[in-house]
């Protein structure tokens, strides 16, 4: 686990946007643990967010030529990415994000910002069904560029409809990397280097059960 990993952990349980207990998932099943990015919801909280992003970007050294963040989680996530990656990284980038219905008057049109170009890196909070990739592919093409990786938060590493991750199905049907800024395997790390030991029993339970 990389410094930065561990740290944006602990980031996550100060704004408690990662707890422990039970949780029903949509899915309906039982989750020992569960993730809300709604709660960096303050200026200093979406600022260091940001930085996590555009941390693990550059981990991951991919080529892109604009962000984008999908509406509309995803606008201030991509928002704190792109002045994260300028601040920290000298990487001035172009971003850019969608409407939920197109804009009649003014300027028109669905897209706010850069222009949707090139290879386009998206930024967002977790990937699920996989259902708010295929809309961005979607819209990716049509403005005739392509998406070259996707961002997220955190990779639950847990199956979907099949033996695969939501985000083992993205990778291989799309032949795009996914760049999580951390996995369920670091904060499985991170609660055996603490001395959680019940709080990691449950966890490791869970995984066997639904991981992959």
Known sequence: METYQREFIEFALHYKALLFGEFTLKS??????????GCFN??????KLGWFYATAIRQAQ?????????????I???????????EHYAVDKPYCFNRKEAKNYGEG????GAPLA????????????GVTVHEVIRI???AGASLAAIAISVDRQERGMNQQSAVEEVEQKHHIPVIPIIRLKHVLEYLKEVGKDSQLERMLAYRAQYGV
């Open 28 to 37: 309906g099943r039982k989750s020992p643990y569960f993730f809300n990015m």
């Open 42 to 47: 303050t200026g200093q909280a979406i600022a």
């Open 76 to 86: 201030p996530l991509v928002t704190g990415t792109a002045i994260a990656l300028a």
């Open 140 to 142: 990716v093409h049509e």
């Open 62 to 74: 991919v080529e892109y030529d604009v962000l984008f963040g999908p509406a509309y989680k995803g």
């Open 118 to 129: 090139g290879r386009v890196l998206m930024i967002d909070d977790v990937i699920s069904a």
């Open 109 to 112: 049109g669905m897209i706010v």
